[in-house]
T-cell receptor
């Protein structure tokens, strides 16, 4: 299966600042997604990162707060803007449509964000 | 949209016993049901999945069953070992729209 990396693996940020998280895959994949996992909670889909067009956001998530880019089939970024302590969470990218089945999702290692 | 419910939220078993985790889903269009295992500080890892055209699937000590009519599916782990201790998430997916259950924290006591 594809190798997925995320940068940074963790960060501590001040409120009001922004952080961009990168997700890199070692092969072309059809679909890329961004999830949030708050401490002790399940996985919540933020958006689907569409290659060459605007991301598709889930209810409760907006582009101004979580701008997403996907310039090609192997890379995506998620920015957490104007952060507050409530944004402290693990952010994970996932992908599907690689060499495996079209709907099986595989997760990156995650980025642990703490906002002070 | 899809709503996935998962029970129990915590499960404690003795090593060697079986563990069963159950999920229900609401969207009849869902046709793919994966299970993920997440160890502390790690990413969710796919352990088994089942599609709507199959009623049961087994892989060594783990098995998943699906009842499409009742819209529920279950994970069965036999002969549990301490390394099975983790949080397990079920999910239901239709056209790559995947929704997760709340998770089950499984503890296997040696």
């Amino acid at each position: 299966s594809a190798v997925i990396s995320q940068k940074p693996s963790r960060d501590i940020c001040q409120r009001g600042t922004s952080l961009t998280i990168q997700c890199q895959v070692d092969s072309q994949v059809t679909m890329m997604f961004w999830y949030r996992q708050q401490p002790g909670q399940s996985l919540t889909l933020i958006a689907t990162a569409n290659q060459g067009s605007e991301a598709t956001y889930e209810s409760g998530f907006v582009i101004d707060k979580f701008p997403i880019s996907r310039p090609n089939l192997t890379f995506s970024t998620l920015t957490v803007s104007n952060m507050s302590p409530e944004d402290s969470s693990i952010y994970l990218c996932s992908l599907s449509g690689g060499t495996g089945s079209t709907d099986t999702q595989y997760f990156g290692p995650g980025t642990r964000l703490t906002v002070l | 949209g899809e709503n996935v419910e998962q029970h129990p939220s915590t499960l404690s078993v003795q090593e060697g016993d079986s563990a069963v985790i159950k999920c229900t889903y609401s969207d009849s269009a869902s046709n793919y049901f994966p299970w993920y295992k997440q160890e502390l500080g790690k990413r969710p890892q796919l352990i088994i999945d089942i599609r709507s055209n199959v009623g049961e699937k087994k892989d060594q000590r783990i098995a998943v069953t699906l009842n499409k009519t009742a819209k529920h599916f279950s994970l069965h782990i036999t002969e549990t070992q301490p390394e099975d201790s983790a949080v397990y998430f079920c999910a239901a997916s239709a056209n790559n729209d995947m929704r997760f259950g709340a998770g089950t924290r499984l503890t296997v006591k040696p």
